[in-house]
């Protein structure tokens, strides 16, 4: 029970360190910020609710998915080549900080689940290359045999 408690404080710290990881990221890559300014509200919401699957957190909405933050922070750099030139070419059209962001979590949202499945199958391959029996097992191995060697007739005057 003890040993429970323990590994829940563990998950959870490392899932907090996560979570301020991704709002670092955010701040300061995506949205350009410095340290000196303020992280909105609205965009923490934000984050939480993509983590949950929904639009916005909020504590009346049922989860509809799990994305872990790690996940969302890697969707985030794969797709920030993407997220900056969109941004960019559509710099005077935004209202506001909201409406800037809610741009960019459309491009993450839309690429989330391809990272996912990503992600899952390098897990995949690399289970398989360490379950890999690459050892020489000495019952199967095939003795070499040089080939005989065929001389012409005719030329072997020349020699």
Known sequence: MQENKEKDKEQSK????????????????????TKDMKFSK?????????????????????????????????TFKAKYLEITEAVRKKSGNFKDENQKFNYILAIVENSINDIVMRKKEAIQ???????????????????????????????????
């Open 42 to 74: 609205y965009i923490a919401l934000r984050l939480r609710g993509l983590h949950e699957g929904n639009f916005i957190a909020n504590k009346y909405i049922k989860p509809q998915a799990n994305y872990p933050y790690d996940i969302i922070l890697l």
């Open 14 to 33: 490392i899932e907090h360190e996560q979570w301020l990881e991704l709002c670092d990221y955010v701040h300061t890559k995506i949205m350009g910020y």
């Open 125 to 159: 391959a690399k289970e398989k290359i360490e379950n890999l029996n690459i050892s020489i097992e000495s019952e199967n191995k095939a003795e070499y045999q040089p080939r005989k060697k065929k001389y012409n007739k005719r030329l072997k005057d020349l020699w």
